[in-house]
């Protein structure tokens, strides 16, 4: 029997894993060494200190969790919630729903403010809500919601929470690497993102950052957190810089430096760069999408550059379009979620596949399946 596969070269177009650059899958396929080795603890150092600029943050409880970004989410809600915590959760599509599900699983209790799916997260609402439930611990919402391409203003979110002191929770899963994030300029108390998006590193990797108040938080719990591994106070004693490192889990040592790679093409590319190069491959998009007589999910000021919700016209049948651009272009592109599906496509143009190129790539495809 043989246990051979091969891998297509996929043009990946949709809400996530990006293409991962040559470069970062050759840092992978280096030789593994332990996770206590002095070279690679000095690569975690490396690691910490570019996650600090890529997140504009000086937190020093900063750190890539060994795990995909739903827990990156988990992580964030576990450490800040206790049994009976109030924690407001805004929700604008499916990551929203996710963060109520954790909240919930965490023994917290959800306060959700639904939105629009398509729409960003309303600061007025919020507010009143903030006003409302006094008690609340929390405040989460989804900075960049990937079910919808629609941005909110986290800025805006943040500041609101903090003047009340409640804590607030920012997906940055889509976001990070794409479009401008500052976590202390905003005063986000904890976030997380992932690997596989804009950052363009493989995918099972959710950097995470908290703020010294949410560090005092978890310091000062009246009960460990439920989950083992994903106890920050635990795990920050192999990540805490400087210090002894102990033994908490076998990191993923390979994919560490396929993480410490493509966070050093970011900074070599430079921050705005990046943000720019984002910016004008969605604006090509929009023009030939345009073109095609085919119109976005989301409201002009609200659109994400790197997830792009295109309106399936009527009478096409969404999937077979997909698997076309799949079997016959290479090209993946995302289907609708939820109260989406069948309506929309998402097309994502995420960093490394962030071009032009890819944009016009994908109109003209589109626009041949269409034909
Ligand atoms: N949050 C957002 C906004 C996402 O887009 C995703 C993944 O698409 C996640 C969370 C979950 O990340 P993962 O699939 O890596 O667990």
Not at 71 to 82: H, I, K, P, R, S
Not at 132 to 144: D, I, K, S, Y
Not at 223 to 232: A, E, H, I, N, Y
Not at 348 to 371: F, K
Request: aromatic share 6%.
């Amino acid at each position: 029997m043989s246990t051979g596969f091969t891998i297509p070269n996929r043009l990946l177009l949709g809400p996530g894993p990006s293409n991962t650059p040559a470069s970062v899958l050759a840092a992978m396929s280096q030789p593994t060494i332990g996770h206590l080795d002095p070279v690679f603890i000095n690569m975690m150092d490396q690691i910490k200190q570019m996650l600090q600029v890529t997140f504009k943050t000086h937190n020093r409880l900063t750190m890539p969790v060994s795990a995909p970004g739903s827990a990156g989410m988990e992580t964030c809600l576990v450490n800040l919630l206790e049994p009976g915590d109030q924690a407001i959760v805004a929700v604008n599509g499916v990551f929203g729903k996710r963060m109520v599900e954790n909240v919930v699983r965490a023994g917290g209790v959800p306060i959700v403010v639904e939105f629009e799916w398509g729409r960003p997260v309303d600061p007025q609402r919020i507010k009143e809500v903030l006003n409302e439930h006094p008690q609340a611990r929390l405040l989460a919402f989804v900075h960049a919601e990937t079910s919808t391409g629609a941005r909110s203003d986290a800025e805006t979110l943040c500041c609101l929470a903090h003047e009340r002191g409640v804590l607030s929770v920012v997906d940055m899963v889509t976001s990070w690497c794409g479009i401008e994030v500052d976590v202390d300029g905003w005063k986000a108390d904890a976030v997380y993102s992932g690997a596989q998006k804009c950052l363009s590193a493989v995918p099972g990797i959710a950097p995470v950052t908290f703020s010294e108040k949410a560090a005092d938080r978890i310091r000062t719990r009246t009960k460990p957190v439920q989950s083992w591994f994903l106890d920050m106070s635990l795990v920050m004693a192999y990540w805490a810089e400087g210090g002894q490192r102990a033994y908490h889990h076998t990191a993923p040592v390979n994919t560490l430096y396929a993480i410490h790679e493509a966070l050093r093409l970011v900074l070599d590319e430079g921050l705005e760069n990046r943000w720019a190069r984002h910016k004008a491959a969605h604006e090509a998009l929009v023009k030939g999408m345009e073109s095609l007589g085919l119109s976005f999910l989301v409201e002009e000021p609200y659109r994400l550059p790197m997830l792009n919700a295109i309106k399936v016209p009527e009478g096409v049948n969404e999937a077979v379009v997909r698997n076309k651009l799949l079997t016959d272009y290479n090209m993946e592109i995302g289907a609708g979620l939820g109260p989406l599906q069948g309506k929309i496509w998402r097309i994502g143009l995420m960093g490394n596949n962030a071009t032009v190129e890819c944009a016009n790539r994908a109109v003209s495809a589109l626009d041949e399946c269409l034909q």
